[in-house]
Each structure stands twice: as structure tokens, then as C-alpha cells.
């Protein structure tokens, strides 16, 4: 009886060293508690997909009667929406199609030229913390740690683990998250300038275009051609170049550089599934002005970050001011809606720097 | 001694597979189930703190695989837990069920509460929320009511039978 106790007490002791050991192996990136997690993945799997299958129909009950009035409004409330944005929908893709083609002729990057991989939601995080989603996609369809996970609507998430044909996302609102962002505030004044040209050798004066102050619209027009643009609240106003007249006159319309959208960046950090993502690190600068809510904010970019730039992340709902020289806090209310994912795409985009050299 | 272990592990890949497809889906007030917890403080309660706190470090080690905390983390709290549930009886010499049920419901709570705090010490900040009280109860309501099924399935596993020939 003593033996079994003290064999027991020695087994404790052993397991719990064994544990800190991992523990410190794991925080250090180890690729030996990788190989483990891949080996346990290989056994625990099968089993995994089995009791899925069987358990299925219990979860499609329980969903059924917890969820079912919730999904009548859903419709409802979707079905009104299709068609409001029915209209939308076109002019907003034409507007897509024409920015990405000025990107490329100007040879920045764009999403369009980064491939994706459509992915399934397979399972929720087991435990009640950390926010985390399973999906069926793994390093088989080239997936790899840190790509970022976009749904319809916009940024959900980034990888975090991926087996062959699993990967697992941890979501903006898990406290863990966190990527640089910018947040693009809408310009102080609305006045535009249009430059017309007689023919490119012999520019024309610039001809100051009043505000209209009662309008969210400004129009442009000349003898040939009337365009509108509509100033989306916090985005640059689009430059709009028109087809040549038959006299060879063409018009532009350049913003001031007072007017276009002012851009800061910071970092967007998650604060659990209740709560919403802050962003930090906004510096007071004076050219930056008030800062609105309901302005953008989109994925920052570059050489160091794991995400390419201007995926729409949300809007700000909340400033909270901070006393100093801090600047302010913003609440971010997220364009997607993270607790009804189905489909993911997983943006294939690695950073120059972490890239692997052929 | 091995049978008993190696029984252990057998039935914990059934109840983690049951934890990350089942229970992870019926959330009820958006809160998952801790059927791995519930296991491992029914075997705290039914056989006392050394085999409650050795079912928690291998059931945790195992859960550790599947979950993206650091692997080990799971595995001391639910060590914790398990230790916690024998401790919770060692002072009365034939529990009842009822007292057991008492017992699971606080140690849910007490296990629920482990694990921010051990994910706050390896610097894995902003569980320990508001939210937390919800999630205690919840788990705690919920292992209640499957306590009954966890305290016999437990006994089953680690029955120490002597393999005789």
C-alpha cells in the first residue's frame, strides 16, 4: 500500500515536471511539441471525424431548438438587405474593378493578384478560453502559419496551427491578436479642384470647385461627359479619369491634399468574445484631426506584417480619449460577424520577409 | 496498475473527441461544456487526490494536444482540479452521491477559474473578465447535470483490476 503511494507520488512529480517542461518548450516555438501535436493529430483524428459523424445529429437538435427563431429573423432581416444592396452591389464592383487596375498600372499591390484557398468551419474552440475555429484546409493546399483568414464581409482572423489538412484560426477577438491596421479618417474639409486640359502639352488654370456643403456627391462636368462620384464618409475620393473628348479634352478631378483621407496606423488588439477589439497606439498628431466614428479601418501592409494591406477590418463605434500624450483608444466594431462563420478564404500572402528563398 | 492507465487513456480520446465536436457546438449562453474537467474531478472524487490529480495531468497532457495553449498548461490545471476534488472528499469517510455532486459543482468552478489564471502567469492576458462568472456557472450547471453519467464512467475506468491468469 506504502509502495503504491509513493510510486503514485513519484508519478505526480514526474508528470508535473513534465508539463513545465513543455510548457517552457512550447512558449519557446519548440518544433518538437509541433512533431508531438502532429503525431498526437495522426491517432486522434479518426476518432475525432467518427464522433463527429455520430454526434451530428445532436448537434443539429440542439441548434434546432436554440437557434430556430433566430434564423427566422435572420432570414427576414437578410432577405431586406439583399435588396437594399442589390444596387449597391454593381456600382460597388465597378468601383473595385477600377481601383485595382489603377493599383496595378501603378504596380502596388492588390488582393485580386494574391491567391486564396476556400475553406469550411469545422469545429469551435473547445475550451471557453481562447477564440479559435477549426477548418478544413491544411498545409496541403499551401497553407501556413500567420495568413490571414478573410470571410464576405472582411478580416476574421489569421492561422495560427496548421496540420495537413486542418488549420486552426485564431479570431481578432481572442486577446492574443494582434496586426498592424490603419485607420483611415475622412478628410476635414470637402472641396475638390478640377484640372481641365485642352490636350497634355498646354495645361489649363486650376478652376477651384465650390463645396457643396448640403450634398454627400460631387459632380464633375464637362461638355462632353458628366460623371458623379459618391464620397463614401472616410474613404479617398476616387480619381476619375474620362474618356477623351472627341476634341481631344479630358478631364480630371484631383482632390486637394488638404482633403483626401488622412491615414494613421496602429495596432488592432483583441479583448475576448464579449468585449470589442481596441486599437492602440494612434498617435494625437494634429494632422490627424478628431477622429469619427464610423471611419474604416483596414490592414496596414507591409514588409513585416502578416497581412497585405487595405483588407477591411471595421469601423470605429467608440473613441475613449486618454489623458496625455497617449492618444486615443478606439473600439472597433467588426465588419464580420465571427459568431456565424461557415466559409473562410485564407489569403495566400507570406511577407517578403518571411518568405523562403527558392 | 497499468490497466487501469492505459484504460484511462482509451476513454479520454472518446471524451476529448466528444469535447472538440459535440460540446464545442451546444454552447449553451455561449459557453462550452467542460466534459474533460467534469471527467477528471469525478475521478478526484471517486478514488481521492493522488489518482484525481494523475487522471488530471494525463487526461490535461492529452487535451493539451488539441488545444493552441502552450501543451503542459491544461495538463497542471487539471491536475490541480483533480487533486482539488479528492481533497474536497478526503474528509468524510463514505461520501454520499449528493455530497459528490457538491463537490463536482464546486470544483468545476475552482477548475474554470485555474486556467485564466494559469494562462495569465505564462503571459496569456485578458481571460479573466466579467465574462468568467458566466462561464463558472454554466460549467458548473452543466457538470451537475451530467455528473451521474461522469462519476460512473470514471469508476469503470480506473477500477483497479488485478489481472489474474
Same mark, same amino acid.
Given at each position: 500500500?506504502?509502495?503504491?503511494?509513493?510510486?503514485?507520488?513519484?508519478?505526480? $512529480?514526474?508528470? +508535473?515536471?513534465?508539463?513545465?517542461?513543455?510548457?517552457?518548450?512550447?512558449?519557446?516555438?519548440?518544433?518538437?511539441?509541433?512533431?508531438?501535436?502532429?503525431?498526437?493529430?495522426?491517432?486522434?483524428?479518426?476518432?475525432?471525424?467518427?464522433?463527429?459523424?455520430?454526434?451530428?445529429?445532436?448537434?443539429?437538435?440542439?441548434?434546432?431548438?436554440?437557434?430556430?427563431?433566430?434564423?427566422?429573423?435572420?432570414?427576414?432581416?437578410?432577405?431586406?438587405? $439583399?435588396?437594399?444592396?442589390?444596387?449597391?452591389?454593381?456600382?460597388?464592383?465597378?468601383?473595385?474593378?477600377?481601383?485595382?487596375?489603377?493599383?496595378?498600372?501603378?504596380?502596388?499591390?492588390?488582393?485580386?493578384?494574391?491567391?486564396?484557398?476556400?475553406?469550411?468551419?469545422?469545429?469551435?474552440?473547445?475550451?471557453?478560453?481562447?477564440?479559435?475555429?477549426?477548418?478544413?484546409?491544411?498545409?496541403?493546399?499551401?497553407?501556413?502559419?500567420?495568413?490571414?483568414?478573410?470571410?464576405?464581409?472582411?478580416?476574421?482572423?489569421?492561422?495560427?496551427?496548421?496540420?495537413?489538412?486542418?488549420?486552426?484560426?485564431?479570431?481578432?477577438?481572442?486577446?492574443?491578436?494582434?496586426?498592424?491596421?490603419?485607420?483611415?479618417?475622412?478628410?476635414?474639409?470637402?472641396?475638390?479642384?478640377?484640372?481641365?486640359?485642352?490636350?497634355?502639352?498646354?495645361?489649363?488654370?486650376?478652376?477651384?470647385?465650390?463645396?457643396?456643403?448640403?450634398?454627400?456627391?460631387?459632380? +464633375?462636368?464637362?461638355?462632353?461627359?458628366?460623371?458623379?462620384?459618391?464620397?463614401?464618409?472616410?474613404?479617398?475620393?476616387?480619381?476619375?479619369?474620362?474618356?477623351?473628348?472627341?476634341?481631344?479634352?479630358?478631364?480630371?478631378?484631383?482632390?486637394?491634399?488638404?482633403?483626401?483621407?488622412?491615414?494613421?496606423?496602429?495596432? $488592432?488588439?483583441?479583448?475576448?468574445?464579449?468585449?470589442?477589439?481596441?486599437?492602440?497606439?494612434?498617435?494625437?498628431?494634429?494632422?490627424?484631426?478628431?477622429?469619427?466614428?464610423?471611419?474604416?479601418?483596414?490592414?496596414?501592409?507591409?514588409?513585416?506584417?502578416?497581412?497585405?494591406?487595405?483588407?477591411?477590418?471595421?469601423?470605429?463605434?467608440? +473613441?475613449?480619449?486618454?489623458?496625455?500624450?497617449?492618444?486615443?483608444?478606439?473600439?472597433?466594431?467588426?465588419?464580420?460577424?465571427?459568431?456565424?462563420?461557415?466559409?473562410?478564404?485564407?489569403?495566400?500572402?507570406?511577407?517578403?520577409?518571411?518568405? +523562403?528563398?527558392? | 496498475?497499468?490497466?487501469?492507465?492505459?484504460?484511462?487513456?482509451?476513454?479520454?480520446?472518446?471524451?476529448?473527441?466528444?469535447?472538440?465536436?459535440?460540446?464545442?457546438?451546444?454552447?449553451?449562453?455561449?459557453?462550452?461544456?467542460?466534459?474533460?474537467?467534469?471527467?477528471?474531478?469525478?475521478?478526484?472524487?471517486?478514488?481521492?487526490?493522488?489518482?484525481?490529480?494523475?487522471?488530471?495531468?494525463?487526461?490535461?497532457?492529452?487535451?493539451?494536444?488539441?488545444?493552441?495553449?502552450?501543451?503542459?498548461?491544461?495538463?497542471?490545471?487539471?491536475?490541480?482540479?483533480?487533486?482539488?476534488?479528492?481533497?474536497?472528499?478526503?474528509?468524510?469517510?463514505?461520501?454520499?452521491?449528493?455530497?459528490?455532486?457538491?463537490?463536482?459543482?464546486?470544483?468545476?468552478?475552482?477548475?474554470?477559474?485555474?486556467?485564466?489564471?494559469?494562462?495569465?502567469?505564462?503571459?496569456?492576458?485578458?481571460?479573466?473578465?466579467?465574462?468568467?462568472?458566466?462561464?463558472?456557472?454554466?460549467?458548473?450547471?452543466?457538470?451537475?447535470?451530467?455528473?451521474?453519467?461522469?462519476?460512473?464512467?470514471?469508476?469503470?475506468?480506473?477500477?483497479?483490476?488485478?489481472?489474474?491468469?
Amino acid at each position: 500500500m506504502a509502495a503504491g503511494q509513493s510510486t503514485r507520488r513519484r508519478a505526480i $512529480i514526474l508528470l +508535473v515536471l513534465t508539463s513545465i517542461i513543455l510548457i517552457t518548450l512550447d512558449l519557446q516555438n519548440s518544433s518538437a511539441i509541433s512533431g508531438l501535436r502532429s503525431v498526437f493529430g495522426v491517432v486522434f483524428r479518426p476518432i475525432e471525424s467518427t464522433t463527429r459523424v455520430i454526434t451530428r445529429p445532436a448537434s443539429n437538435i440542439w441548434n434546432g431548438i436554440v437557434n430556430y427563431n433566430n434564423v427566422l429573423d435572420d432570414n427576414d432581416r437578410l432577405r431586406e438587405k $439583399i435588396a437594399q444592396q442589390e444596387g449597391a452591389t454593381i456600382a460597388a464592383a465597378a468601383s473595385v474593378r477600377l481601383s485595382q487596375e489603377l493599383l496595378a498600372l501603378n504596380g502596388l499591390p492588390t488582393l485580386a493578384g494574391i491567391n486564396a484557398v476556400t475553406a469550411q468551419v469545422i469545429g469551435d474552440s473547445p475550451s471557453n478560453f481562447s477564440q479559435t475555429i477549426e477548418i478544413n484546409q491544411g498545409s496541403e493546399s499551401g497553407i501556413r502559419v500567420g495568413m490571414p483568414v478573410l470571410n464576405a464581409a472582411g478580416l476574421v482572423g489569421k492561422i495560427t496551427k496548421v496540420s495537413t489538412d486542418r488549420s486552426v484560426v485564431m479570431l481578432i477577438t481572442d486577446p492574443d491578436f494582434a496586426l498592424s491596421i490603419k485607420v483611415v479618417n475622412a478628410p476635414r474639409q470637402a472641396t475638390t479642384t478640377t484640372i481641365a486640359r485642352s490636350n497634355a502639352a498646354v495645361p489649363s488654370p486650376v478652376v477651384p470647385v465650390e463645396p457643396d456643403a448640403n450634398s454627400d456627391s460631387a459632380t +464633375v462636368a464637362s461638355t462632353t461627359t458628366t460623371t458623379t462620384t459618391t464620397t463614401i464618409a472616410g474613404f479617398t475620393p476616387s480619381v476619375t479619369t474620362l474618356p477623351a473628348a472627341p476634341s481631344g479634352v479630358s478631364s480630371i478631378t484631383v482632390p486637394l491634399a488638404s482633403d483626401l483621407a488622412v491615414r494613421e496606423t496602429g495596432v $488592432i488588439e483583441g479583448r475576448g468574445p464579449t468585449r470589442q477589439p481596441t486599437v492602440r497606439f494612434i498617435s494625437n498628431a494634429l494632422r490627424f484631426g478628431d477622429i469619427q466614428t464610423g471611419v474604416p479601418i483596414v490592414t496596414a501592409g507591409g514588409s513585416r506584417s502578416l497581412s497585405p494591406p487595405d483588407i477591411l477590418v471595421g469601423t470605429v463605434s467608440r +473613441v475613449v480619449e486618454r489623458v496625455g500624450s497617449a492618444g486615443p483608444v478606439l473600439e472597433i466594431e467588426l465588419v464580420a460577424d465571427l459568431s456565424n462563420l461557415s466559409f473562410l478564404r485564407v489569403l495566400l500572402y507570406q511577407p517578403i520577409t518571411e518568405k +523562403v528563398a527558392p | 496498475m497499468s490497466s487501469r492507465w492505459s484504460r484511462l487513456v482509451l476513454v479520454m480520446l472518446f471524451v476529448i473527441a466528444l469535447q472538440t465536436t459535440l460540446f464545442a457546438d451546444l454552447r449553451p449562453f455561449g459557453v462550452a461544456a467542460q466534459l474533460v474537467l467534469l471527467f477528471v474531478i469525478a475521478s478526484g472524487v471517486n478514488h481521492g487526490v493522488a489518482i484525481g490529480a494523475m487522471t488530471g495531468l494525463i487526461a490535461g497532457l492529452m487535451y493539451d494536444f488539441v488545444l493552441p495553449t502552450p501543451v503542459g498548461l491544461v495538463s497542471l490545471v487539471l491536475g490541480l482540479a483533480g487533486a482539488t476534488a479528492g481533497l474536497l472528499i478526503y474528509f468524510f469517510r463514505q461520501p454520499t452521491l449528493w455530497m459528490k455532486v457538491v463537490a463536482i459543482a464546486v470544483c468545476s468552478v475552482l477548475g474554470e477559474i485555474y486556467y485564466p489564471l494559469a494562462q495569465a502567469v505564462v503571459g496569456i492576458d485578458g481571460w479573466l473578465q466579467l465574462r468568467l462568472i458566466k462561464v463558472v456557472i454554466v460549467v458548473a450547471i452543466c457538470n451537475v447535470i451530467f455528473s451521474p453519467i461522469a462519476i460512473l464512467l470514471s469508476r469503470w475506468t480506473l477500477a483497479d483490476r488485478k489481472l489474474t491468469v
